[in-house]
């Protein structure tokens, strides 16, 4: 080619990228070789509301980080603000907010719904059901998840895994609990399927969002809580309002938590974003486990060592009533109400299950190690 034409060619090539609104470096293959520039498209906006104060370790921390991963897995075409407890609807709310759009996603727990859908509550945890290993294989392998999404269809809401803390701690006690004498008339802080047993146990349930438990227990307001574990006990200071720390959490064993998004909105969306919002769903749920796996003994030294924390173990004979009061509840929960009966044997198979091959495994190893 001669140098005339060569320096023609070259021209009218720039003079093309430059009409297209880019540089030979940054035209990539949707951009136009006309005369305009393609338009980038228009970010979605969604609102996240959530039962936990803003940032919280670990559970407030996790919708913050499902947020930002659907940002970067996006490339900032779905971006998400997340409102703690409070500041755009009251915590345990969440549910009602998405339902309505308020709010295009919440992150919860399950068995503050109850009152709703009893059913709702064996999506977060059943006391002496199944830990986290095992409740979420039954939610994605084992049918939980069909059955959860069908409980929630009338309400225009689809529930994803969002989070499990693991086996929790029993509670925080200002007297020691030698017998289940010493749990009659106890106002404790105490939600779902374990509250109920609490109740036939002789004491009193109460349900409050995270926020309020500490001034309630250091008022007398209640005597005893259940929070989570350690790391999050630790952060809300129940320390300083009780002496007494029990173990095991025999009514939340395996504490599933939520992202539930509405349905609309969700429908709304490309496939593309269906599915980013679907796997960091999946992102949150196995990284909160794997934060409380990390930090919960660290925090638990810091309880007993330095702040003076009597660590106690439920007595073997107030455990062995307790799981007994939890099969009357459960059977009853089940017979009263459809939904619940279906999800309940669903619920109690897999455990059967699992439970028989993980005698031979996780136990046997525990065990053997």
């Known amino acids: 080619m001669k140098r005339r034409g060569l320096i023609a060619l070259v021209g009218a090539s720039v003079l093309g990228w430059g009409l297209a609104g880019c540089s030979p470096s940054d035209c990539g293959p949707t951009a136009q070789t006309g005369t305009a520039a393609v338009a980038p498209e228009k970010p979605i906006h969604w609102k996240l509301v959530t039962s936990w104060p803003k940032n919280f370790p670990g559970l407030g921390e996790a919708p913050e980080k499902f947020a930002n991963e659907v940002k970067r897995m996006s490339n900032g075409r779905l971006q998400i603000k997340v409102y703690g407890a409070g500041e755009l609807v009251p915590a345990l709310e969440v549910f009602d907010a998405v339902s309505q759009g308020t709010a295009e996603v919440g992150h919860s727990g399950a068995y503050y719904w109850k009152g709703k859908m009893p059913a709702a509550q064996f999506f977060s945890s059943v006391p002496f059901g199944m830990n986290a290993q095992e409740l979420n294989g039954w939610l994605h392998y084992g049918g939980g998840m069909e059955l959860w999404r069908e409980l929630y269809a009338p309400f225009g809401v689809i529930p994803f895994a969002g989070g499990n803390t693991g086996v929790q701690m029993g509670g925080w006690f200002n007297k020691e609990i030698n017998s289940l004498e010493d ?8 939600p779902g399927l374990g509250g109920e047993v609490l109740k036939r146990a002789g004491g009193t349930p109460v349900t409050l969002p995270g926020g309020e438990i500490f001034t309630s227990l250091q008022t007398g307001t209640i005597d005893a809580t259940e929070w989570v574990g350690p790391y999050n006990d630790l952060a809300f200071g129940l320390h300083k309002a009780a002496k007494f720390y029990y173990y095991p959490g025999w009514h939340e064993p395996g504490t599933a938590l939520e992202l539930t998004v509405n349905k ?54 107030v455990l062995a009533r307790l799981k007994a009061l939890s099969e009357q509840t459960l059977a009853e929960v089940a017979a009263n109400d459809p939904a619940s009966k279906k999800v309940y044997e669903s619920f109690s198979a897999f455990q059967r ?8 495994s996780e136990k046997a190893y525990i065990n053997a190690r």
């Open 183 to 190: 749990l009659q008339g106890l106002k404790m802080r105490m």
């Open 264 to 317: 609309k909105a969700f429908d709304a969306l490309p496939a593309d974003l269906q599915a980013i919002v679907e796997n960091a769903a999946q992102m949150a749920n196995q990284d909160m486990l794997d934060e409380y796996t990390a930090r919960n003994n660290a925090a638990l030294v810091e309880l007993v060592e330095k702040h003076g924390v009597q660590l106690r173990k439920f007595p073997d004979s």
């Open 353 to 360: 299950k699992v439970a028989a091959y993980h005698e031979i």
